[in-house]
């Protein structure tokens, strides 16, 4: 079983979870469709996986623009003949754009770019891809949510109220298509390291506090890497998970199971 043969489309792929999936996937014999705005990257991701001996190629797409979607999943299909997994990857958060993080200075640009990149673009992938899943008999669209989809965080107000969307979604998603045989799931990370969390430390007041209380929740001592949750990935595509509909899976190092810290457990965070 597994996910060899499988054909992902990947959006946000060109860095952090979106990079790691496409890389895991593509050597579990997967052929793997990389998108991005960030060409360079993306291409020096096809490159690596190809180097590896793995199928994949980049297409370049702003989930927002409707045109470059309906490219992005024809392109897919014509080169690999059809798409059984979206992954739903790309996200931003507003300190990726702006300064102002706090509901006075947050412009409504700002707050209207998050969602519609974290938001409408998963909605406009999903449809655009809907034809070719149709086609497929192992479909399914898996979404990236966060802890945040769950749970308040500061200085996240455009990013959380997305990601909550996200979940919501997803579970739509799910009711709506269950008659295609089409599958729909979200994954919930915890503090992974990516370039959002880099830019999000970046912009805080006291990054290294930010860092404590991101990380210092954590169960299991250290923050996320990217391919621990392309793992989730691959399994929530594969034959494995085929009686997994409609659910949200948390995946954040066991922060949400408590309200403490770890050096209430007498626990520091390993670097």
Not at 221 to 250: K, Y
Request: negative net charge; contains cysteine; charged residues 15%.
């Amino acid at each position: 079983m597994g996910i060899s043969g499988l054909r992902f489309v990947i959006t946000g792929s060109a860095d952090g979870i979106g990079a790691g999936t496409a890389r895991l996937a593509a050597s579990r014999g997967a052929s793997v469709v990389v998108s991005d705005v960030n060409d360079e990257h993306g291409e020096l991701v096809v490159e690596e996986i190809r180097a590896a001996g793995g199928k994949a190629i980049y297409c370049h797409c702003d989930v927002t623009d409707e045109t470059q979607v309906a490219a992005l999943m024809e392109s897919a299909a014509r080169e690999f003949g059809g798409i059984d997994v979206l992954h739903n990857n790309a996200g931003i958060h507003e300190s990726m754009i702006s300064s102002g993080l706090s509901l006075e200075s947050m412009s409504r640009q700002t707050f209207e770019k998050v969602m519609g990149v974290n938001v409408t673009g998963v909605w406009l992938c999903s449809k655009y891809a809907l034809p070719y899943l149709r086609k497929s008999a192992q479909a399914s669209i898996i979404n990236a949510g966060s802890t945040s989809s769950l749970s308040g965080y500061p200085q996240c107000q455009a990013y959380g109220a997305s990601k909550g969307a996200v979940m919501q979604l997803t579970k739509m998603l799910a009711v709506d298509l269950a008659a295609d045989g089409i599958r729909v799931n979200c994954y919930c990370p915890g503090s992974i390291h990516t370039q959002i969390v880099d830019k999000f430390l970046a912009a805080a007041p006291n990054p290294q506090a930010m860092l404590n209380t991101m990380t210092m929740t954590h169960l299991i001592p250290r923050m996320g890497q990217p391919v621990d949750v392309a793992e989730l990935v691959c399994f929530l595509a594969s034959p494995e998970s085929q009686f997994v509909n409609g659910a949200v899976w948390i995946i954040d190092g066991g922060s949400l199971a408590w309200r403490g810290t770890l050096d209430v457990l007498g626990m520091e965070v390993n670097a």
